[in-house]
């Protein structure tokens, strides 16, 4: 069975860093799309950031709200899935999953398209 553990959330001050994790098991890894989608409070679920499976190219997409502040990265041999995120903002504070697709690219941004998730880790941000 397919399973997604997040890690590094937690509370921090704006303009602060923080960097998630996502390890997978029993995951074809390389043949998947690793994403990260966030939910706030009230809010319905956002695409973050994806990294391209290698066989589709590789590379990432973001959202252009965390454009220039975010990066994603992947580890194909410890099947892990990094999102390190820089000068924090208030406005980031959610629950953030990790999730697992081999949908076509373009529907990389598309929740809907992932069929595996993490159970999510916190995080807030102060102002």
């Known amino acids: 069975q397919v399973h997604l553990a997040e890690a590094g959330g937690g509370l921090v001050p704006a303009g602060d860093s923080l960097r998630l994790s996502c390890k997978a098991s029993?995951?074809?890894?390389?043949?998947?799309?690793m994403a990260w989608f966030r939910q706030a409070p009230g809010k319905e679920r956002e695409f973050v950031a994806v990294s391209i499976r290698p066989g589709t190219g590789g590379g990432s997409r973001l959202a252009p709200s965390v454009e220039g502040r975010f990066t994603i990265s992947r580890d194909n041999a410890k099947k892990i899935v990094y999102l390190q995120m820089n000068t924090l903002k208030p406005e980031d504070t959610a629950l953030y999953y990790c999730?697992?697709?081999?949908?076509?690219?373009?529907?990389?941004?598309?929740?809907?398209?992932?069929?595996?998730w993490g159970q999510g880790t916190q995080v807030t941000v102060s102002s």
């Open positions: 029993d995951l074809g890894f390389r043949n998947y799309h």
């Open positions: 999730a697992a697709s081999q949908a076509a690219l373009s529907a990389v941004r598309q929740s809907n398209m992932y069929r595996h």
